[in-house]
């Protein structure tokens, strides 16, 4: 049966090199295809440490021009006092007039429905603050994730306008505000390379799996066990099978020669007859190979291993 000859430190060494290569490969692909939303992310991570850090707002005006700039997917950045005067404007065109004051208070009272903010000055334009990993989300959505546009993701409220992200800092010390605005576009095709991957992971674990309920049954079937049996059983149960499988296996020896499992106390093979280990001649007692002398009765042992 050709399945008893496969050598599976060579399926494992092949297996193991094909999955660090696909793996490698899948990260490759999904950083191309990601790569300006992973920009994107970490610049924001980056602005917001800066503010977060910083005494004033003020400085970083010239931080935020430059990442407003940078990114398409950031419409702009504002500065606001406590009574939301606006100090500073980058971008942000989509804001009226020269105050921004969300309605509401930002991260608490939201819309009832649907839970956005909206701006006063403008109706039709609303925000949401997304916390938590609702901001990986929002940095690297795909073209299939559409609930941010017609309002599915905001509760069981319409949205009839536009709706942007949101993101702020306030200063506890002056009372100022800064809003970073985002218009997150999809990574167009980036659903395909998504699934792409997946499927591959699922291939290799997929095949993971049955590599180990099919070693299981290989030495299983070669230890003259039911191979069958341990087979399914592992198939079933996997790392757990295995493990059940070489305690088991580990109570008995191998054949050297046929390599059937046998119990610890034959002293001949039951498969081939092959001869497992040396007796005393005088007393029967099992000897080992540099034994000189029986550790059971005390009488010399032979180079062939009897008395």
């Not at 496969?6 to 999955?19: E, G, L, M, S, T």
């Not at 804001?95 to 909206?118: C, I, S």
């Not at 069981?156 to 200063?171: A, E, H, I, N, P």
């Not at 010390?173 to 997946?198: C, E, F, H, W």
Request: charged letters at 20%.
């Amino acid at each position: 049966m050709k399945l008893l000859k496969i050598n599976f430190k060579k399926v494992a060494v092949i297996y193991i090199i094909a999955a660090v290569v696909a793996g490698i490969a899948g990260g490759v692909l999904l950083g191309v295809v990601f790569r300006d939303k992973i920009s994107l992310y970490m610049d924001s991570r980056e602005i917001n440490g800066k503010l977060e850090s910083s005494e004033s707002f003020t400085p970083a005006g010239a931080d935020l021009t430059s990442f407003v700039d940078k990114h398409s997917d950031v419409t702009g950045a504002l500065i606001t006092d406590g009574a939301g005067n606006i100090l500073f404007r980058a971008g942000a065109d989509m804001v009226a007039g020269n105050t921004f004051v969300p309605q509401g208070t930002v991260g608490k009272d939201r819309h009832k429905e649907t839970g956005l903010l909206n701006d006063p000055n403008d109706p039709n334009v609303y925000f949401h603050v997304p916390e938590g990993r609702d901001e990986v989300t929002m940095f690297l959505r795909n073209e299939d994730e559409n609930d941010w546009v017609n309002g599915r993701h905001f509760g069981t409220g319409v949205v009839s306008g536009k709706v942007y992200f949101l993101q702020y800092r306030v200063d506890r010390v002056t009372g100022n505000r800064v809003y970073l605005i985002y218009d997150v576009q999809p990574v167009i095709n980036s659903g395909y390379a998504v699934k792409g991957v997946a499927a591959l992971a699922m291939l290799f674990f997929m095949v993971y799996w049955v590599l180990i309920a099919l070693y299981v049954y290989v030495d299983a079937t070669r230890s003259k066990l039911r191979g069958a049996a341990w087979g399914i059983l592992t198939l079933f149960t996997n790392l757990a099978g295995l493990l059940v499988y070489l305690i088991y296996r580990q109570s008995g020896s191998r054949c050297p020669a046929c390599r059937v499992l046998q119990l610890r106390g034959n002293p001949y093979c039951t498969s081939c007859g092959e001869k497992l280990y040396a007796v005393c001649g005088h007393c029967g007692q099992r000897t080992g190979r540099r034994d000189i002398y029986c550790g059971a009765c005390g009488q010399k042992i032979k180079e062939d291993g009897t008395e």
